[in-house]
């Protein structure tokens, strides 16, 4: 359920802590078309509504910005990927890199190589690397008992 609340109000504040007026607007039309509006353990039907951002909008470094605009420190790195921060210059530089000589193709590049020895190099008890597009690929390795 959406409620028409709007802001967060905080008592010792003489003005909203943050507003949440297109978060709602957002997760009013969202629910329409998807289960609960959200996907995962971020849906509004087992958190207060109004009180929370639901949807993001852009980031750098530690900070992300939510679609009204409320500015938020990530604490959980999104959890785990975002160890160097939200859109560093560096790894954004890299990846535009590999984007431009092509980014989806048949067959691994000399790219996975590299990163096998890299990862194998890094950890002492890694022999091997294996890379899968899925989590059923590497369920059906599991389960096989090799890659």
Known sequence: MVTSKK????PAMDRPLYDFGKTLELFGRA??????GIYGHMSPAIMIPGAFPYYA???KG????DV?????????CAYGPMVVGYANDEVNAAA??????????NHPSELMIQLAERLTGL???????????????????????RP
């Open 57 to 59: 909008k852009t980031g």
């Open 31 to 36: 629910a329409e078309i998807i289960p609960q």
């Open 123 to 145: 950890i002492d008890m890694a022999d091997w690397a294996v890379f899968a597009k899925n989590g059923s690929d590497l369920t059906t390795w599991g389960h096989a008992g």
């Open 68 to 76: 009204d605009g409320n500015e938020f420190i990530d604490y959980m």
């Open 96 to 105: 535009i890199n590999v984007l431009e000589s092509g980014d989806c193709f």
């Open 7 to 10: 802001a967060l109000h905080v």
């Open 62 to 65: 530690c900070r992300y910005t």
